[in-house]
């Protein structure tokens, strides 16, 4: 069972990246699933999340209208596609799953897989 992110790297301000994050060993629509991120210093937070109840997608404020999270079931795959870039989104992104809670908390102790990051660097 584990969650492989990919994706990650140095782009310029303005710029875009698409993060990808493929399950292997469960099926990622019967979790919420979600992206955090951690910039250096600074604690996790949480980006977006697709919920398994309703199938609706949340975004930080920090993101909305920048960042677009999506899931293919075939693939088995999260994204999160990020645009216009700024050099505050500089973090490891890592990719995430909750059994429970459906998007509703954004607690690290509440998700229950993790990727293992990848970094992505915004910087001109």
């Known amino acids: ?9 140095v ?3 303005g710029g ?3 993060l990808s994050c493929t399950a292997s060993g469960f099926i990622l629509p019967h979790f919420a699933n979600a992206w955090f991120r951690q910039a250096p210093g600074k604690e996790r937070e949480s980006v977006s999340c697709i919920s398994n109840k309703d199938g609706r997608t949340y975004y930080a404020d920090s993101v909305k209208g920048r960042f677009t999270m999506s899931r293919d079931n075939v693939k088995n795959t ?3 596609q990020m645009s216009n870039l700024k050099p505050e ?8 799953t909750d059994p429970l809670f459906a998007c509703s908390s954004d607690l690290e102790q509440d998700y229950d897989h993790w990727g293992q ?6 910087s001109s």
């Open 1 to 9: 069972v584990q969650l492989q992110a990919s994706g990650g790297g």
């Open 11 to 13: 782009v310029q301000p």
């Open 16 to 18: 875009s990246l698409r």
């Open 78 to 80: 999260m994204y999160l």
């Open 89 to 96: 989104d500089t973090a490891a992104y890592y990719c995430a």
């Open 117 to 122: 990051g990848t970094l992505v660097t915004v």
